[in-house]
Structure formats: structure tokens, C-alpha cells
């Protein structure tokens, strides 16, 4: 009976984590207060570098006049609105190698213990893994509807060599071994989210028991949770603020989605720990904002959901 009248107050079977993380009060401990304080230092550039890139405007015209009047006028004027551009740009690259330096170690505190009551006892860092998943879900989908981005820096990259001649190294910052690595990591729709999979695929790979190992399954068990938990504080309106709710539809998502990279099964299988249909369905009834480019997430970033094992169930509900 007990365990029927929790089933029904906080979800269904397996997936209701009767665990709440209060995302608009969180503050750490003093075992947290370090960590909490280096990750934090990161994350606070977040606001900014997004406020950046929803402003980034492009230099389309300029690059037009350079491609289809050609001289030395057009050219130049063209190659002086790309480089504050680029700069930009690089701020945004930059900003993804520090995320892929610091998240590791969110994990390793938020997984070599049990990861459910790392999450309960540890909310400052759970609520700094939910930032990571809500900074990078909002910088993905920005980044995927401007191709601005992607044609400035395809036109540096074109034109960097004639102006290392002409120039002789004057105002040319980004040279081809950067330029190489930020081209790889902007030609992909969604590049933050790639930096947190390969970065967590790595770590799982490469820790050895010196470096504190932490299990996989305590990793995927911490992301599944995590989704659960963000699924059932929106389904049972814990929070009555919409921008909150947003934020756990988002870290949710973000959770789901580097679920199924790193797992080997993929979050849609039918014993999967995450409560995949319902994580849908609260995206699908949510209303206070739009929810489209989580679902869209859902379809074209996760890796298995088109696998033989997933229910046609779960398929029919993203098709």
C-alpha cells in the first residue's frame, strides 16, 4: 500500500525519484565550496557569451560586395567587419574549452559516490550540472538558426592566406592551426553539446585509479536521474516561476541527451532508466514558453533514437 500511494504522489515505477533540488535556492556546503567556486567562475561567463551570440549579427552584406563586385575596396572593407567577428567567434570557441576542463570534475563529484544522494546532498553542484545542460541547450539552438556564423568564418578562413602576404602578420590573430580547430568545431550543429559528449566519453575512457575512477554506470545513473528528477519537479508544478520550469525542461533535455551518448544502450530503449516517454509528453503539454527546439533536440542530437530497440511507441511520439 505504501508503496502504491508513492508510486501515485510521485510518478510512475522506476522512474519517480522522490528526490527535489531546489534550482532557485541551492548553496553549497562547505564540502562543496571549492568546487562550487572554480566551476562558478566558468559559468558565469555564460550570460554574456550568449547575450553575444544572440546579438551576433554576421557581415553577410560585406562578404556579398567582396564575393560579387571583387577589388581591392570591397576586399578589404569585407576582411575589417569579419575580424571583430572572428574575435567573437573565438570568445565562443575559448568558452567551450573551458566548459570541457571543468565539467569532468563535476562528474567526478557528483559520481563516485551514489550518485542519487550526490545529487540530494550535493544541490549546489547538481544545480551547476543543470547551468552546463541550460548553457549549452540555449547556445546550440542559437548557433543552429544563425548561418552567419558559419559563412563569416568560412570567408576568413578563404581569404587568411592572401592577407598573411599582403599584410605581414598585421591584425591576423587566429592563424591556421586555430582557425582549423575552430572551423571543425563550428561546422557542427550543435558544437557544445559535442564538447560535453566526446569530453565525457574521454573521461570515462581514460581514468585510471589514480585519477579517482568513476564508473560508468554511476555516470549514466547520475544523468538518468538527473533527467527524472527535472521530468517530475515540472510534471508536479514544484515550481510556480515559467523561467525555472524552462530551466529544468532544458537541464532535463541536456541530461537525456548525453545519457545517450555515453550509454551503450541509448536513452529510448524500453528498460531504459530514464522516463523517456514521459520526459516528452511534459515537453509536449508544456506551454508557458515554446518547447519545440528541446524536441527537436531530442530528434536530431541523441544517437539511438532510431536504433531497432526503441519502441515504436517512443518513435511515433518525436516523429
Given amino acids: 500500500m505504501g508503496q502504491l500511494l508513492s508510486n501515485f504522489l510521485y510518478g510512475v515505477g522506476d522512474h519517480a525519484e522522490q528526490i527535489f533540488i ?7 556546503s562547505d564540502e562543496e565550496r571549492d568546487l562550487h567556486k572554480a566551476v562558478g567562475e ?8 550568449l547575450d553575444k551570440l544572440f546579438k551576433y549579427a554576421g557581415c553577410e552584406e560585406y562578404i556579398r560586395r567582396a564575393i560579387t563586385n571583387p577589388g581591392p575596396e570591397t576586399e578589404e572593407a569585407a ?23 571543468c565539467f569532468p570534475k563535476l562528474l567526478v563529484a557528483l559520481c563516485k559516490n551514489d550518485p542519487k544522494a550526490s545529487l540530494s546532498n550535493q544541490q549546489a553542484l547538481a544545480k551547476q550540472l543543470a547551468d552546463v545542460f541550460d548553457f549549452v541547450l540555449r547556445f546550440d539552438d542559437a ?3 544563425n548561418p552567419a556564423i558559419q559563412n563569416d568564418f568560412s570567408y576568413y578562413r578563404r581569404t587568411l592566406n592572401r592577407m598573411k602576404l599582403s599584410r605581414k602578420d598585421a591584425n ?8 582549423n580547430r575552430m572551423s571543425l568545431f563550428f561546422a557542427y550543429p550543435t558544437p557544445m553539446m559535442k564538447v560535453l559528449s566526446e569530453t565525457t566519453a574521454r573521461f570515462l575512457s581514460t581514468a585510471s585509479p589514480s585519477e579517482q575512477p568513476v564508473p560508468r554506470e554511476h555516470v549514466t545513473s547520475a544523468l538518468a536521474t538527473m533527467a527524472n528528477i527535472c521530468h517530475d519537479m515540472v510534471d508536479k508544478k514544484k515550481f510556480p516561476n515559467d523561467d525555472t520550469n524552462s530551466f529544468c525542461l532544458r537541464a532535463m533535455v541536456g541530461s537525456i541527451i548525453l545519457y545517450d551518448h555515453v550509454s551503450e544502450s541509448g536513452a529510448f530503449v524500453k528498460k531504459s532508466p530514464v522516463n523517456i516517454k514521459g520526459c516528452i509528453l511534459v515537453l509536449k503539454s508544456y506551454t508557458a514558453s515554446s518547447t519545440d527546439g528541446l524536441l527537436n533536440a531530442l530528434r536530431f542530437t541523441t544517437i539511438h533514437l532510431n536504433d531497432p530497440d526503441t519502441p515504436g511507441s517512443i518513435k511515433q511520439l518525436l516523429a
Fill in 143 to 145: 548557433k543552429m538558426i
Fill in 172 to 179: 591576423i590573430k587566429i592563424r591556421d592551426e586555430l582557425a
Fill in 79 to 101: 576582411w575589417e567587419a569579419v575580424l571583430p567577428s572572428v574575435d567573437q567567434l573565438q570568445e565562443f570557441y575559448e568558452f567551450s574549452i573551458e566548459l570541457e576542463q
Fill in 42 to 49: 566558468v559559468l558565469q561567463r555564460g550570460p554574456l557569451i
Fill in 22 to 28: 531546489d534550482f532557485e535556492n541551492a548553496q553549497p
